[in-house]
Structure formats: C-alpha cells, structure tokens
C-alpha cells in the first residue's frame, strides 16, 4: 500500500459510534478520516502514568479550537480522538498534526450533544453494543427478556457533572451527563433509567446506560433502540435483541 506522502489532510469528521458526520460535542469520541495522519500500522492509546490519556500518540495530535485532544488511536488514515470538553461556540476548528506538519484546519460545528450508540460491528448500524443483565453480549442468539437491564454504550453527551477531566477514565464519582438523557426502546421511551453515567474504568467520553426492557413491546432479535440528550437523537438503525420471557 503507497502511502500519501505530503501534510496530513482531514476528509471528513464523525461520531465514532454513529460514524455520521454533523455537529461534534464536548467530550465526544470522534473518528477523522484523511490521508498522512500517522504511521501506516494502526498504534492504540493507553492512559499514561500520570493515569491520563495522552495528546500525541506515535507522532500524531488533534486539535480542537488549538486544544491537544486524547488520543485513542493513530494511523495513516484514520485517527480517533476525544473533543476536549473546553470546545464552546457555535463552531471548532479541527487539525491533525503528524510529525510536525498540520493539516489545514476543518470547521465542524459544536452542540450540547451529538449522540451516537456504539454497534457491535463497529459500523453505526444493526445490532447495538449490549451487554445483557447477566453479562453476556447482547445478540439474536443471546436476547434480553422483557424486563431484565441492559446496558448501552454511547458518545456525544456533552458536558457532565462532575465536570469532565480531558483523557481521565471514569472513577467515583462516576460522572453524569448534565442533559436529560431518555431511552426508546421498540417505540416505547424510558425516563427512569437504572443508570446513565461514565462507563467505570473507561475514559471521559464513554457513557452508559443501563435501562430496564419494557413490558408490552414487541419481542424480536432486531428491535430498535434510541437514546435521546437533551433535544439530540442518537442514529436510527441501531437494534437490541429482546425475547418475551
């Protein structure tokens, strides 16, 4: 593979759950896509010492309004970082550098939140990256019962109480995002959610959601799921596999 040689230029910015394009929140895990980012081998961040991720990884940084974001991980055309939860305004400058030669800087637009569920496959569609009450992974093989808990995993929820640390994975208290956060599940919304928090032990940016299945939808082993923040959907597509008992 010829790798393109020259100054890193960015294509496009999404959600790394949704993996669309649109406006980016604080504190969001996002993908870049582009051409000489970093080295051809695929390197993956691990917090450092100080127990943070770090801002350069394998000669590779993003910035966001000129803030070092994290870094989860570096290759020559794709890069996955985390917006810095200081990014305000209507609009963020977005900039890759890899060994000293910047792109020139992409304007994305900024919101509250920009949900998006993370999917087994990686792809923003089908089945919903679940994990089941009794800790196995949510698929059509594997369905949740009607009324048993089922923890979603999402990014773009924007600013959290307590305020979120750039890089720090989550440890008590676990952090909450500070926009009302709704569950639909087969056309039928949750407001009582079990939990709905930084994912333990995982870095700012990964929250979770634990919310009880509800009685009277319809089973299936492609029911859609939605998470809502603030006035924020997450991506249509996204399922859970539920069984009746």
Not at 60 to 78: D, L, R
Not at 131 to 157: F, M
Request: charged fraction near 5%; hydrophobic fraction near 45%; proline fraction near 8%.
């Amino acid at each position: 593979v010829k790798l393109a040689t020259g100054p890193p230029a960015i294509g496009a910015v999404a959600n790394a759950a949704s993996n669309l394009s649109g406006a980016i929140a604080p504190g969001e895990i996002v993908v870049l896509f582009g051409s000489s980012f970093g080295p051809a081998q695929l390197t993956s961040a691990h917090a450092g010492s100080d127990g943070l991720y770090d801002a350069q990884l394998a000669g590779t940084s993003v910035q966001f309004n000129g803030i070092s974001a994290p870094m989860i991980y570096a290759s020559s055309t794709q890069v996955a970082a985390i917006v810095p939860y200081e990014v305000t305004g209507n609009n963020a400058q977005v900039a890759v550098t890899y060994q000293g030669q910047s792109s020139a800087p992409t304007t994305v637009a900024v919101a509250a939140a920009a949900p998006g569920l993370f999917t087994l496959g990686s792809t923003g569609q089908g089945q919903a990256a679940a994990v089941n009450q009794d800790g196995s992974i949510n698929t059509s093989s594997a369905p949740a019962p009607v009324g048993s808990i089922i923890s979603l995993y999402a990014t773009g929820e924007g600013q959290t109480s307590p305020a979120g640390v750039d890089g720090k994975p989550a440890t008590t208290p676990l952090p909450t995002p500070v926009l009302p956060v709704t569950v639909t599940i087969g056309g039928v919304t949750i407001n009582d959610l079990q939990y709905v928090g930084g994912a333990p032990g995982e870095v700012a940016g990964l929250l979770q959601i634990n919310v009880q299945i509800p009685a009277g939808i319809t089973a299936g082993s492609a029911v859609p799921v939605l998470i809502r923040v603030g006035s924020a959907t997450s991506q249509a597509g996204v399922t859970i596999a539920v069984s009746a008992n």
